[in-house]
Structures are given as C-alpha cells and as structure tokens.
C-alpha cells in the first residue's frame, strides 16, 4: 500500500508536477525574454528538454515499461541539477531570497538522492526491468 502510494508520489512528480513548474518558468520568462538574451533561451531549452524526459519517465513508470527505471533515474538526476542551476546560475527571472540558495539546493539534492534509492531499492521497479 505504502509503496504503491511512493510509486504514485514519484509519477505525480515526473508526469505532472515537472511540466506544471516548467509552464509557469515559461510564462514568467517570455514578457523578458528578448531582453534577456540568447542565454536565456538555451537555459528555457534545456528546462524544456529536462522536463520532457521527465514526463516520458512518469509515463512509463505508471504503465510499469522496462525502461522506465532508467529513464526516471536520468529525469530525477536532470531535475536535480535543473534545481541547483536555476538557484546559482540563471539568465530567468526567479523568486528566490538572498541567502536561501544553499538550503534549496541541499534539499533538491538530497529529494533526488531519495528518489535515486527508491529507484535502486523498489521491488516494484526492480520487477520491471
């Protein structure tokens, strides 16, 4: 039940949560975009290129496909580093306090780390592969 629930929590992320934060980055940056460069641009490319392997990732790991460990374990490691660079190093508008960089990007490390070993450990992702 527990671990049906975790399953679930971890789609939710990749197939809904993922797309959801890169429409509102996408809605916040566009009125600047042309303002803020070719930079900007790349950095919107590569959020959309993270989030899209993450939606792929969800999607097959709610139909239980055996690429799917693989795949959610490369969209976690990508959210992860997505979260670390738009708190250090971004051309976009962001919402972030000074000083709450440090903290948010040890908690994004850390949700991946956690998503990594649920993705090592899960009998139910081991039994797709």
Known sequence: MIGTAIHFLLCFILFGWAPMSFAVELALSLPSLGM?????????VAHFAVTAVSVAAGWSLWLSRPHAPMLARVAVIGLAIIAVQSLYWT??????????????AALATAQAAVWLVYLHKSARVRAMV
């Open 36 to 44: 803020r460069g070719p930079l900007a641009i790349a950095e919107l």
């Open 91 to 104: 051309r976009l508008p962001r919402q972030t306090s000074p000083g709450s960089e440090l903290p948010l």
